[in-house]
Each structure stands twice: as C-alpha cells, then as structure tokens.
C-alpha cells in the first residue's frame, strides 16, 4: 500500500537550532517526493520536490531510497518557519493524485 | 501558477442538509481534484473532477455522498450531500496544469461545521 509516514505531530526547536523533519514512505515503485507547507492563515503551497535538487528558504530534502525516506532539513531555523509541514508522494509521473502524509507542525522558538 | 477561491470559506449546517462548495481557478487547468481534511487530519483525497464527465472516486467516497461537477476547465463544485457531524471538515480544492504536472496549487479551504 502506498503510505507516508511523518512520526512527529509537533516539532519544536529554538531559533538558530538545526531543524529536521522526518518522512518515511511506503512505495514499491520510483515516487516522486513532496514536501508542502502551510504558515498561518495561509493556504498549502509547495515548498520543494525532490527532482529539483533545490533549496528553497533554507530547505532541503534528498530522497534515500535504501531507507524509503524524504527528511526535510534546514540548519539553521528562522522563527517564520512555523508552520504545518506535510510530505507528499506521488505513485508515479504519469499520475496527479498525490498522497499527503498526516503532517507535522514545526514551532520555532525565539 | 494558478489562484484558487472557495465559496463559501466555512458554514455550519444542520444535520440533513447538503451543502455546495464552489472552486474557482483564474486559469485553465486539467487537473482538479477535491481534499477532505478532518480536525487533526491529513489531506484525504475525495475525487478527482473530471470536465465533461463523471468524477473518479477514490475508495471510501461515493457520488451519492458527494456529487461532483465540472462544467469546464476552470470551475468544478462539490457537494456533501445528507450531512451528519462526521462530515465536520475541511474542503479543500486543487488544480493541477496537466497531468503528471509537478505541482498542485490549493485553495484556501472551506470550513463545515455540522450540527
């Protein structure tokens, strides 16, 4: 069954603090990885995918296959990074349908 | 990109009632798709809005339930039909630019509360 995991439902670190959130998914083929976020008051938009290679405010995610995982990173964190995270997968390119892990809010401490 | 807008952006309704949430994109897509997110939940998808013909729907989620309608590439609705306080949720639109495109934008949500 295709599945994404994110065990933390709160993550909370100080400001300057490296930050990693974790995701495991469960998927037989190649996916293709997505982290989401969503700030306060704001609606859900991308914030990177794993075919980019990219770092986007600071974040970055590589995918592991050996261990099925998508963790997000940042090392130093910034107080306008709280915000919900949710990893995201797609089964395969020719596919819309997207899988949304249960999220994990992160909180930065001042 | 894409904007997405949500009519209503919440409503409580009585138990029994239905209720239709309307998603507006201010460009063409061909991909739309329709989220439920339950109080501590995570986006589940309900169906994908099909333009011109019925919806597809994913396991655990009937027309009955939740008529869909998309009457062209950018506007579709969504229904949650004979409601009870399990449908209490937020409604969530998306379109894509094509499929297999790499990136869903969201709408901002509709809020039901049902009593």
Known sequence: AQRVTQPEKLLSVFKGAPVELKCNYSYSGSPELFWYVQYSRQRLQLLLRHISRESIKGFTADLNKGETSFHLKKPFAQEEDSAMYYCALRPYSSASKIIFGSGTRLSIRP | ?115
Do not use: H
């Open chain 2, 1 to 115: 990109s894409a904007v997405i807008s949500q009519k209503p952006s919440r409503d409580i309704c009585q138990r029994g009632t239905s209720l239709t949430i309307q998603c507006q994109v201010d460009s063409q897509v061909t991909m739309m798709f329709w989220y439920r997110q339950q109080p501590g939940q995570s986006l589940t998808l309900i169906a994908t809005a099909n333009q011109g013909s019925e919806a597809t729907y994913e396991s655990g989620f009937v027309i009955d339930k939740f008529p869909i309608s998309r009457p062209n590439l950018t506007f579709s609705t969504l229904t949650v039909s004979n409601m009870s306080p399990e449908d209490s949720s937020i409604y969530l639109c998306s379109g894509a630019p094509g499929q297999g495109a790499n990136e869903q934008f969201f709408g901002p949500g509709t809020r039901l509360t049902v009593l």
